[in-house]
Nanobody, 122 residues
Framework: QVRLVESGGGLVQAGGSLRLSCAAS????????MGWYRQAPGKQRELVAV???????TYGDSVKGRFTVARDNAKNTVSLQMNTLKPEDTGVYYC????????????????WGRGTQVTVSS
C-alpha cells in the first residue's frame, strides 16, 4: 500500500510562486513515476508534471516553462516549484504515483494523495 501526503498549497497573487511537496510511504521498494495532477472546479483532472525514476519529465502544455518537477528517489519525495502563477492555475493539486515496485514485481495502478488547494488571485 502506498500513502501520499502533500504539503505547501495556499493563496498567492498572480505572478507569485509556490512550492508543493509530496512524501510517499508504505510497503514498496520504489515508484516508477511520481508527479502532480490538478483539478479546477467544474473541470476534469489534468496532468501538471510527472517525473520517472530516471528523471525524465513530462509537463502539461499550460505549465511548461513555469513549473519544475523534481524527485528524490532515496526519500520517495516529489516536489513542484511553481513560478509566474496565473489565476487559471487555481485548483486542487494531487500528488500522483504509479509503477509500485515490490521485490521483482511492478504494479501499475495510479495512487493519489488527498490533494492540496492552490489559489491564485488576480
Amino acid at each position: 500500500q502506498v500513502r501520499l501526503v502533500e504539503s505547501g498549497g495556499g493563496l498567492v497573487q498572480a505572478g507569485g510562486s509556490l512550492r508543493l511537496s509530496c512524501a510517499a510511504s508504505g510497503n514498496f521498494a520504489s515508484l516508477e513515476k511520481m508527479g502532480w495532477y490538478r483539478q479546477a472546479p467544474g473541470k476534469q483532472r489534468e496532468l501538471v508534471a510527472v517525473v520517472d525514476s530516471e528523471a525524465s519529465t513530462t509537463y502539461g502544455d499550460s505549465v511548461k516553462g513555469r513549473f519544475t518537477v523534481a524527485r528524490d528517489n532515496a526519500k520517495n519525495t516529489v516536489s513542484l516549484q511553481m513560478n509566474t502563477l496565473k489565476p487559471e492555475d487555481t485548483g486542487v493539486y494531487y500528488c500522483y504515483a504509479d509503477g509500485v515496485k515490490k521485490y521483482t514485481v511492478t504494479q501499475w495502478s495510479a495512487k493519489w494523495g488527498r490533494g492540496t488547494q492552490v489559489t491564485v488571485s488576480s
